[in-house]
C-alpha cells in the first residue's frame, strides 16, 4: 500500500468544514472557560496537515484547530487509523511539547470506548469530532459518547456522508450481506432496510431519499437522548453535486445558538478573496 502524501491534499469543501469546526470550537472553549476541565476527541486526525488542491495553500488540520483555541482544552484524544499520518502528527506534537495531547493508532471504534472514554472525568465538557471518509463509523461507537456524560450529553460533531457513501449501498445492500452489516452498523438496526423499501414504493427522487435517511439518523441521535441534533449543509463539490451533511448534536442551548451562528455566515478558504484568519484571546482568561 501506497504511503499517504503528507500534507494531505483537500478540496474547497474539506477546508471550508475546518473553517466551520474552527469558529466553533474557538466559541465553545469561551462558552465552557468558567470549567476547570473540557476535553476534546478527534475520531479522524490525520496528519495534521493539509493542502488546498484549489489554492495551493496549506492549512491546518483538525488537531490544529482544536490545539490553537483559546484558552484551550485540558486533554486532546487524537485518533488516526493509518499508521503514518498518525506518526507525522505525533511527532510535530512532541517537537512542540505539548504534554496534554495524545496520538492513537488504531480504529476509533475500538480506541474511543475502551481507551479514551475511560480517561474522561463524566461530569465535565467534552466534544467529539467525528469526521470519517466515508462508512467507518459504528452506531455503537456514537451511543458511548452520547452515553458517557452523568447528567448532561458530549456535543458531536458528525459527518453525515449520504451522497459520498451512503446512498450507493442500498440498491444492493438487500443482496449483499456485507453492504447490509455496514449500513446495520451505520445506523444501529435494520431500520434502514424498511425505509428504503418504502422509499422505493413511494418512487421517491434522490433527493426525496436523501431527506427521508438524513431524518432517520438524526431521529436515532434525538432517541438518544439529545435535545438537538441538527444537519447543516449539504456541502456541494464542483457542478453543485452534493457530498454530504455535517450534523451537530448538543443538550445546551447556548450550543445550538452559536453552531447555528458559526454556520450562517458566509465562510472562506486561505488563497481565497474575503479569508480572514480566526482571531483568538491574545492571552489565556
Keep these: 500500500m501506497a504511503k499517504p502524501q503528507i500534507p494531505v491534499?483537500?478540496?474547497?469543501?474539506?477546508?471550508l468544514k475546518l473553517e466551520y469546526l474552527d469558529y466553533y470550537l474557538q466559541a465553545y472553549v469561551i462558552a465552557t472557560k468558567q470549567s476547570r476541565e473540557k476535553y476534546y476527541i478527534d475520531a479522524f486526525a490525520g496528519c495534521g496537515e493539509c493542502i488546498i488542491y484549489e489554492t495551493g495553500c496549506q492549512i491546518e488540520g483538525s488537531p490544529w484547530r482544536a490545539l490553537n483555541a483559546v484558552p484551550g482544552f485540558t486533554q486532546y484524544y487524537l485518533v488516526e487509523m493509518d499508521g503514518d499520518l498518525a506518526s507525522h502528527l505525533r511527532k510535530k506534537i512532541i517537537d512542540k511539547d505539548i504534554k496534554n495531547a495524545h496520538v492513537y493508532t488504531g480504529d476509533c471504534n475500538e480506541v474511543i470506548p475502551h481507551i479514551i472514554l475511560p480517561r474522561i472525568p463524566k461530569n465535565v465538557p467534552s466534544f467529539?469530532?467525528?469526521?470519517?471518509p466515508g462508512l467507518q463509523i459504528n452506531w455503537?461507537?456514537?451511543?458511548?459518547?452520547?452515553?458517557?456524560?452523568?447528567?448532561?450529553?458530549?456535543?458531536?460533531?458528525?459527518?453525515?456522508?449520504?451522497?459520498?457513501?451512503i446512498a450507493r449501498l442500498f440498491n444492493i445492500?438487500?443482496?449483499?450481506?456485507?453492504?447490509?452489516?455496514?449500513?446495520?452498523?451505520?445506523?444501529?438496526?435494520?431500520?434502514?432496510?424498511?425505509?428504503?423499501?418504502?422509499?422505493l414504493r413511494l418512487e421517491e427522487t434522490p433527493t426525496q431519499q436523501r431527506e427521508r435517511f438524513l431524518r432517520l439518523y438524526i431521529n436515532n441521535l434525538l432517541d438518544l437522548g439529545y435535545k438537538y441534533a441538527e444537519s447543516y449543509g449539504p456541502l456541494y463539490s464542483y457542478g453543485h453535486k452534493p457530498l454530504y451533511h455535517v450534523i451537530f448534536t448538543s443538550d445546551k442551548d447556548v450550543g445550538i445558538k452559536i453552531m447555528r451562528d458559526v454556520w450562517s455566515k458566509t465562510r472562506f478558504v486561505a488563497g481565497e478573496m474575503g479569508y480572514k484568519p480566526i482571531k483568538r484571546p491574545s492571552i489565556h482568561p
Design 9 to 15: 491534499p483537500i478540496h474547497k469543501w474539506t477546508a
Design 128 to 132: 467529539a469530532f467525528l469526521d470519517p
Design 140 to 165: 455503537k461507537t456514537i451511543q458511548s459518547l452520547a452515553t458517557h456524560r452523568e447528567h448532561t450529553k458530549m456535543e458531536l460533531l458528525i459527518l453525515y456522508p449520504y451522497d459520498m457513501a
Design 173 to 199: 445492500a438487500l443482496e449483499n450481506q456485507a453492504c447490509y452489516d455496514t449500513l446495520t452498523r451505520l445506523y444501529g438496526d435494520e431500520k434502514w432496510r424498511d425505509e428504503f423499501k418504502d422509499s
